[in-house]
């Protein structure tokens, strides 16, 4: 029991972890673009996150590892289920990584144009695709006799789906505003602030129409624990309106740690609104892939216990070791990008 339970909860803090910091690399990527007014304030803005980009996207490959090694019989009715959503959300990490390396290897101007565009592009795939992905969980899959499924591009029209791929994009940009503006000083700082108070509205607007949506649509049906996700979602609005009031009063430190309990939030009403299934089962509500069905034997996991001791304990010093080192505002750390 014990096992069934650890290893649940370590692959949610993987992905609240993920949602968290790749989720402020995809806010600044939506905003770098257009909030620099020239070349070297986007270098600027884009160099704020330089030294954490790339470290912020093992936690994805963590939580990859241990959906492999301890969820076998979900990873591989997920991943061809959600095979199209999924190869989006990699298409854009993978062109926002390279447009973000590449962009000041070129000095023309209409070159850097091209690599903007394709900035704002690999944060906007994968943020919104995210959210389309928890929407979808949330209000159901359509499950065959095995438990199996395959979802069409019909699948994400769904209201409630659409609002949540929003309502992560709003996240999403806050956050990388909230980050932009603790990093960054001078106008540019002045920018982001004001365009992370402008997205907080927007994402807490969004969030309390999913909340309603919730509650009209199929999804009420679905959920399984609907207190518990009514509560992370009630949370996920107070904390979007907590980080626009620190904001507003210069405390863009304090607006980041609310925007980064914002960012994880949706991973908590996941977890916690389908508990104890893994997949719910959108015609039949209330059955589906359970928990226990879903996870490896106990030996197996037994056995990927002590390479988690190892391993998860590394990464999150080596994580916190580097935010540590480069913790000072942009300009006074080298130029990356």
């Known amino acids: 029991m014990t096992l069934q339970l650890v290893w649940p909860a370590l692959l949610g ?9 790749a989720g402020l690399d995809y806010g600044v990527q939506l905003l770098a673009p257009t909030l620099g007014r020239d070349d070297g304030e986007r270098r600027a803005l884009l160099n704020a996150f330089g030294p954490f980009f790339l470290g912020n996207e ?23 289920g959600m095979y199209f959503l999924f ?8 062109v926002g990584n390279a447009a973000v390396q590449v962009r000041s290897r070129h000095r023309s101007a209409s ?9 704002f ?56 505003a909230s980050f932009l503006a603790w990093r ?43 207190r518990p996700a009514l509560a992370a979602g009630v949370a996920l609005v107070v904390a979007l309106l907590a980080g626009a009031a620190l904001l507003r009063v210069g405390r863009p ?10 960012a994880a939030l949706p991973v908590v009403a996941l977890g916690a609104g389908l508990h104890p299934f893994v997949l719910v089962s959108s015609g039949a509500p209330g059955t589906g892939l359970r928990l226990s069905e879903a996870m490896a034997e106990a030996a197996t996991l037994r056995i990927l216990v002590g390479s988690a001791v190892v391993m998860v304990p590394l990464m999150l010093l080596a994580q916190a070791w580097n935010w540590w080192l480069f913790r000072h505002r942009t300009g006074r750390t080298p130029t990356y990008l």
Do not use: K, Q
């Open 13 to 21: 803090l993987l992905l609240a972890g993920y949602f968290v910091l």
């Open 58 to 80: 093992v936690w994805l490959v963590a939580a990859a590892g241990v959906l492999f090694g301890a969820f076998p019989f979900l990873e591989g009715r997920l991943l061809s």
């Open 87 to 94: 190869a989006a959300i990699l298409t854009g990490i993978v």
């Open 111 to 119: 070159a850097r144009r091209i690599w903007d565009g394709l900035i």
């Open 121 to 176: 592009l690999g944060g906007l795939m994968p943020a919104a695709g995210w959210g389309l992905v928890t929407g979808r969980l949330l209000a159901g899959v359509p499950l065959d006799a095995g438990n199996a499924f395959s979802l069409g591009p019909a699948d994400l029209l769904d209201p409630f789906v659409l609002l949540c791929g929003a309502t992560t994009t709003a996240v999403f940009l806050a956050h990388g």
């Open 184 to 226: 960054t000083g001078g106008e540019p700082g002045a920018r982001a602030a004001r365009a992370g108070r402008r997205a907080l509205f927007v994402a807490t607007g969004a969030a309390a129409a999913v909340l309603v949506a919730g509650f009209l649509s199929s999804a009420r049906h679905t959920v399984v624990n609907s």
């Open 253 to 262: 430190g304090r607006a980041f740690a609310a925007t980064s309990c914002a």
